[in-house]
């Protein structure tokens, strides 16, 4: 299923700490699905093939989005195509699991046994009956009524409460809805315990996942995510920092939780661009504002809502880590595009010769010089670096990494690498910092 979606690389260790020890903030390491570190890393595909590869998940992903929009059905990922992984461990003995993390999906959800039908699985499958610390909600529960009626169900004869979810390819799970201890490592080296934490225990389970994954750890913004889940512990806050050089080299990206994981724009010499979250259904996702994008000095109005033309309207556009392309709607692009064609120096506009972006530019013998794209969200001007907008397909080509829709808008995580990304589920806001993420540290 798809994804900017995290890879997190974590160590367990034999202490671990209860929830009223929790430290205030702790960051974990994240490895994208085609960096060396991965276990789905491919040495025989190129640069070309994993950008191929990493935008057919973007457009699979946007559909999910935009069906979801339109039923309030949670769609979860499309596939298998997550573009992050994180490693958790789950219940008492712990077992350790990695699973795609997803900022566009809510219940955390994992293979369990025993299994009526589960994926391949590399790793260990959980086994609930082995855990002392697993526990079944019941059906009238508060956790259980936090799932849209599409979502959930009953098993009567044991007070049960289940859940369901379809996503867009035809994959599938459904399973328990069960509390359990999840631990996280964190950055002091020894493992934060969350004792009752609410996830999903699937044991019917199939279509496009991914042998390496367990399941889906969901960092959206409902009742049921991880991140909300953790709420007062960690805040209400959290960030990640995604470098350009995680995509194909050593580089390493990270997801911070907690109390500094945040960098407060207040002062007149802060580089933080700060930009309110909008509230919208589905609550699973984080809605911003777009009022414009400037290509150099020209600077064009965002009137997409959609599909449809009108004036801005608020949260326009999610905000997504695990998307790779921004997706911009395709009457605006119209414009948009003709300014970065008009922009662009020392190279002609071609066709992409995969057929998936739009606007590509070629050399020759020339350097091509691109033009600055400044995002323009409701108080924030982010200005965007030319790997933020551009992306190289070959030696002497280009292309935007930027596309139209006529589904929902989303700003992508290209758009968001070496940023300090933060989340306040506190005040409702998204920053923006720009730093080199490439070092593992984000703050």
């Known amino acids: 299923m798809s994804t900017s979606i995290l890879l997190v690389t974590l160590f367990i260790l034999s202490m671990t700490l209860s929830l009223s020890t929790n430290p205030k903030h702790f960051t974990i390491k994240l490895i994208h699905r085609d960096s060396p570190h991965s276990p789905l890393y491919n040495p025989q595909t190129t640069v070309t093939d994993r950008l191929k590869a990493a935008f057919l998940r973007s457009i699979s992903r946007s559909r999910r989005f935009s069906h979801q929009l339109q039923t309030d059905l949670q769609s979860g990922l499309i596939g298998a195509g997550g573009e992050f992984f994180m490693s958790i461990t789950i219940g008492t003995p712990p077992t350790n699991l990695l699973a795609i993390a997803d900022t566009g999906s809510d219940l955390t959800w994992v293979q369990c046994k025993p299994c009526q039908q589960c994926y391949k699985e590399n790793g260990p499958i959980f086994d609930k009956k082995k855990s002392s610390t697993y526990k079944n909600e019941l059906c009238n529960s508060r956790n259980c009524n936090s799932l849209s009626t599409n979502e959930r169900g009953c098993d009567e004869s044991q007070n049960v409460c289940k859940y369901r979810y379809s996503y867009g390819d035809q994959s599938f799970t459904r399973g328990d809805v069960a509390t359990e201890t999840i631990s996280i490592d964190s950055a002091s080296g020894s493992p ?178 691109l033009p600055e794209i400044t995002i323009h969200f409701a108080g924030a001007d982010v200005r965007l670096s030319p790997l933020n907008a551009f992306v190289k397909v070959s030696e002497d080509m280009v292309c935007m990494s930027m596309i139209p829709t006529t589904e929902v808008a989303i700003y992508g995580n290209f758009a968001q690498m070496d940023f300090l990304v933060g989340y306040d589920l506190e005040t409702r806001t998204v920053s923006f910092q720009r730093m080199d993420c490439s070092d593992g540290l984000g703050l």
């Open 192 to 369: 934060v315990s969350f004792p009752g934490t609410v996830f999903g225990c699937g044991y019917n389970n199939g279509g496009t996942f991914d042998e390496t994954g367990s399941g889906i750890i969901g960092l959206g913004g409902g009742k049921l995510s991880l991140v909300s889940q953790l709420g007062s512990s960690i805040s209400k806050r959290f960030s990640y920092c995604l470098s350009h050089k995680s995509f194909t080299t050593n580089g390493t990206s990270v997801i911070n939780l907690g109390t500094n994981s945040v960098t407060s724009g207040t002062s007149k010499y802060s580089n933080v661009l700060s930009t309110p979250l909008v509230d919208k259904e589905p609550q699973t996702y984080y809605y911003l504002t777009l009022e414009a994008i400037s290509v150099g000095k020209t600077k064009i109005p965002y009137t997409g809502s959609y599909g449809t033309s009108s004036a801005t309207t608020k949260g326009n556009i999610i905000i997504d880590s695990g998307t790779t392309l921004t997706l911009l709607d395709s009457g605006f692009y119209d414009r948009f595009g003709a300014a970065v064609e008009e922009s662009v120096t020392g190279a002609n506009r071609v066709s992409d010769p995969q057929g998936l972006l739009s606007h590509c530019f070629k050399s020759g013998n020339a350097e091509i010089g």
